[in-house]
């Protein structure tokens, strides 16, 4: 037998939006160590725990490896042929049967972005529709439409490293600490060394709110209404800037006008912040030399996500904080590669590149290189094809990499849609929750198993090598989708991800120089790239991304949220851990991180504690109009009166946030209201 020889390979963590890049060393399929180094653009010498030590899932025995069929309530193993039949045969029938908008199809973060671009292709070349997403429903599609209304692009503003030259950051929303770790780290030594000033508005007193400069605790849902009113001080003091306004941005007078209701007394009284603190935000942003705000699911997985995500770019507008260095927009992206998904295309709405499928001109570019026509009005997204199931209109889907059973908000709704399907496919890496309801199992290999890119949430596209053969019989998922599409007769030729690239960046301009001997080792490209190969990494700095170069600005219209009621009275927060990625089937079967974080648990308040009589590790049930959990109890200070917070982070039936989440959403973009959460607890 062959000595097994080490290697180092170069890869980019999944984990978070941040998109850190390091080399593995291996030796046979044993990780030996995980390196990063200086020539990583984001993040240099720094990962975070999880980027460290959470790659040992890829060796777990509970990996999927071979395809399986689901027979009566079992699964029994399958040839690859004979699934690919299978769907092929299955997908025909419900086409043929229902029309092509009988079937749905949902995409992942965790895969590539020649994958998420290959899974749009299939939807809308092979089988003829629109009914495509991804998971950024669950979290930043508000965030995306904020920023498509005013500036004209879904992307971060700047880089990273941008966020550091801020004269002010203010995270509204927002966890960086656990959720985005080495980005918090950036901000965390700007701020100790170099003077920048932070200010945090959250629920939560997390790390970066005990760092603040200041740190205030609105009404939850109620963020759209302080942003408006400091948005308003500032006009009203003179401070906006008014050469930035009037060159570069439209709609200011109306707009202005459009803000009257939102006095400091009326911010004061909704929001309960206090009318010095309000003026203190609006004072610290007049006196800054340049503000970013970051913002996440704190903000945007409420009713009114994307207005409040429009209200931040307004706000960085009427002060002209767009287009200059350590400025601007930054919402967090929750994965690596959620940025991605978006961009390649596997919206209901958009073709890759943000190019509408119900514009003409762009889908007719599309038609010439795939050489059929598309389908001309938009699909539905992940909610609305849950709800077309059980109204009998969606009868097949295939999702990839999604653990919707368990991330989807009102998991018991879910789970109900998906058993009423007549044909499930699920590709993953582990048995999920989800594939429990499927009737084909696909094993699809992790990031360290395959090639392709990953965009992170500064719109920085970085390759991955791969460091293992895929385990088992399982494959890349690109693979898998090219052997589907061509059972349905495509034709398909790939034989790497950079020709899927080479393809992208003819029908989608902000790719157009994007090619992979560009982006060979750890060199990396920020869309927009021109032609030539130059790319981007500030944007608006020659105009915003509208035909005429200019921004609109989006006028306020607050969704107020849901309130609590006598029978469910606590407000229940959600969010992650430090140490956990998403509900936790990848990390989770990471021994030395699964053993660190076993299992989530709920915050309690020190006075909800003392009233109640609810001791520290306490076993509570919390019951929701919509389902039940039982989890132990930390008391803490980092949550006040009745709101408590529940880490999503877990796989456990007994546990998981969504058995009590409801199914209410964003006005504008069907995003879950997560945050708008409402339960009871009993001590058990
Ligand atoms: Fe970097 Fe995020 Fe991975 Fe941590 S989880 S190593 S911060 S990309």
């Known amino acids: 037998m062959r000595e097994q020889r080490i290697r180092k390979t170069k890869t980019v963590c999944t984990f978070c939006g941040v998109g850190c890049s390091f080399d593995v060393w291996t030796k046979g399929r044993k990780i030996l160590k995980i390196e990063p180094t200086e020539k990583a653009p984001v993040n240099g010498i720094s990962t975070c725990v999880k980027g460290?030590?959470?790659?040992?899932?890829?060796?777990?025995?509970?990996?999927?490896?071979?395809?399986?069929?689901?027979?009566?309530?079992?699964?029994?193993?399958?040839?690859?042929?004979?699934?690919?039949?299978?769907?092929?045969e299955k997908f025909q029938e419900i086409k043929r049967t229902y029309g092509?908008?009988?079937?749905?199809?949902?995409?992942?973060?965790?895969?590539?972005n020649e994958e998420n671009y290959l899974m749009q292709k299939l939807a809308r070349s092979v089988i003829g529709t629109n009914n495509v997403d991804n998971c950024s429903r669950y979290c930043q599609s508000p965030a995306t439409d904020g920023l498509m209304r005013t500036v004209g692009l879904a992307g971060d503003s700047g880089t990273i490293q941008d966020i550091a030259k801020a004269g002010l950051v203010i995270i509204v929303g927002a966890n960086p600490a656990e959720a985005h770790p080495v980005l918090a780290t950036r901000?965390?030594?700007?701020?100790?060394?170099?003077?920048?000033?932070?200010?945090?508005?959250?629920l939560r007193k997390h790390e970066m709110a005990e760092?603040?400069?200041?740190?205030?605790?609105?009404?939850?849902?109620?963020?759209?209404?302080?942003?408006?009113?400091?948005?308003?001080?500032?006009i009203d003091q003179e401070w906006h800037d008014k050469k930035f306004l009037s060159e570069r941005v439209v709609g200011y007078d109306e707009y202005r006008k459009s803000l009257s209701k939102y006095t400091l007394d009326y911010a004061e009284e909704i929001t309960g912040i206090s009318k010095a603190d309000l003026i203190q935000i609006a004072t610290m942003i007049h006196e800054a030399n340049g503000v970013a705000v970051l913002w996440a699911m704190g903000v945007t997985q409420h009713c009114g996500g994307s207005e409040t995500s429009a209200s931040i770019s307004d706000l960085l507008l009427v002060t002209g904080n767009y287009g200059r260095p350590g400025a601007g927009a930054f919402p967090l992206r929750g994965h690596n590669n959620v940025q991605g998904a978006c961009d390649f295309g596997t919206l209901p709405n958009w073709l890759p590149g943000y190019q509408l499928v119900s514009d003409k001109v762009s889908r007719k570019k599309f038609e010439d290189v795939w050489g059929t026509?598309?389908?001309?009005?938009?699909?539905?997204?992940?909610?609305?094809?849950?709800?077309?199931?059980l109204e009998g209109k969606l009868r097949g889907m295939y999702l990839v990499g999604e653990d919707m059973a368990w991330v989807d908000t009102n998991a018991n709704h879910v789970h109900e849609a998906l058993s009423q399907l007549e044909f499930f496919v699920v590709q993953d890496v582990f048995f999920t929750k989800t594939a429990q309801f499927a009737d084909v199992v696909l094993p699809a290999s992790p990031s360290l198993?395959?090639?392709?890119?990953?965009?992170?949430?500064?719109?920085r596209i970085q390759r991955l090598y791969q460091v293992f053969e895929p385990l088992g019989e399982s494959k890349p998922d690109w693979e898998i989708i090219c052997a589907i599409a061509n059972r349905l007769g495509a034709g398909w030729t790939y034989q790497h991800p950079s020709e899927i690239m080479a393809e992208a960046a003819k029908v989608a301009p902000i790719f157009a120089g994007v090619t992979y001997d560009r982006l060979e080792g750890y060199n990396s490209l920020l869309w927009p790239v021109a032609p030539d190969g130059t790319d981007t990494p500030l944007l608006y700095t020659e105009g915003f991304g509208f035909s005429d170069g200019k921004a609109r600005l989006a006028l306020p219209n607050w969704v107020p949220p849901m309130t609590p009621d006598e029978e469910y009275d606590l407000h229940l927060n959600n969010g992650r851990l430090l140490e956990h990625f998403h509900e936790g089937n990848m990390t989770d079967k990471s021994p030395g991180l699964r053993k660190k974080v076993p299992d989530t648990f709920v915050e309690i308040s020190l006075e909800l504690a003392k009233e109640r009589g609810i001791e520290d590790g306490a076993l509570v049930r919390l019951v929701s109009r919509y389902g039940s959990v039982k989890v132990r109890a930390?008391?803490?200070?980092?949550?006040?009166?009745?709101?408590?917070?529940?880490?999503?982070?877990?796989?456990?039936?007994?546990?998981?946030?969504?058995?009590?989440?409801?199914?209410?959403?964003d006005v504008r973009t069907n995003t879950p209201a997560y945050k708008e959460t409402f339960v009871r607890m009993e001590v058990l």
């Not at 092509?100 to 949902?106: E, M, Q, S, V």
């Not at 198993?449 to 719109?459: A, D, I, Q, V």
């Open 449 to 459: 198993e395959k090639e392709g890119t990953f965009t992170n949430t500064e719109r």
């Open 100 to 112: 092509p908008d009988a079937l749905g199809f949902i995409s992942s973060s965790k895969v590539t």
């Open 211 to 234: 760092r603040a400069d200041l740190f205030v605790r609105p009404k939850q849902g109620t963020d759209h209404v302080w942003l408006s009113a400091v948005t308003k001080y500032i």
């Open 634 to 665: 930390v008391v803490t200070d980092r949550v006040r009166g009745k709101e408590l917070y529940l880490p999503m982070n877990t796989t456990s039936d007994q546990s998981a946030v969504n058995l009590l989440t409801g199914s209410a959403t």
């Open 187 to 202: 901000v965390k030594r700007a701020h100790k060394l170099h003077g920048q000033k932070l200010i945090v508005v959250d």
């Open 52 to 88: 460290k030590f959470g790659w040992d899932f890829v060796n777990s025995e509970e990996r999927l490896t071979k395809p399986l069929i689901r027979r009566g309530d079992s699964f029994v193993e399958a040839t690859w042929d004979e699934v690919l039949d299978l769907i092929a």
């Open 373 to 389: 026509p598309l389908p001309t009005t938009p699909g539905m997204d992940n909610q609305q094809m849950l709800n077309a199931i």
